[in-house]
């Protein structure tokens, strides 16, 4: 059986892994290498509902900012909430009360807190 060169070289970095003593989890051509364990992929909800009660996020970032004025700065945690989705429920909560444009937002991943700037 002749090997491709993506294969020899796929060995070649599993033999440097093993020499240095590195825990690792590959997956290659359907199969997995090493002896770290893989985290399952996160939950997907496929039943097409909403991952959080209807205003359930509302809740959590309005009484944070409900008090913004013009030049505010205000910084709202992640908490228990997606950063994803808190960070779209309060881009869409600041252009419906304040406009668009007249606000920024800005997910900050190492603070683990959505930053908004209140404009008008």
């Not at 809740?59 to 960070?87: C, E, N």
Request: net charge positive.
């Amino acid at each position: 059986m002749t090997n491709t060169v993506q294969q020899i070289a796929f060995a070649r970095a599993l033999k440097t892994l093993d020499a240095l003593g590195a825990q690792y989890a590959v997956i290659y051509a359907a199969e997995k290498h090493g002896t770290l364990e893989l985290a399952p992929p996160p939950r997907v909800r496929k039943d097409g509902l909403p991952q959080y009660k209807h205003g359930e996020t509302y809740a959590y970032f309005w009484p944070i900012m409900q008090h913004m004025q013009p030049g505010d700065v205000v910084k709202v945690p992640f908490d228990r909430f997606d950063s994803t989705v808190l960070s779209s429920n309060i881009s869409a909560h600041c252009s419906r009360a304040w406009g668009s444009g007249n606000y920024v937002t800005k997910r900050d991943m190492d603070a683990q807190n959505v930053d908004i700037l209140r404009i008008a």
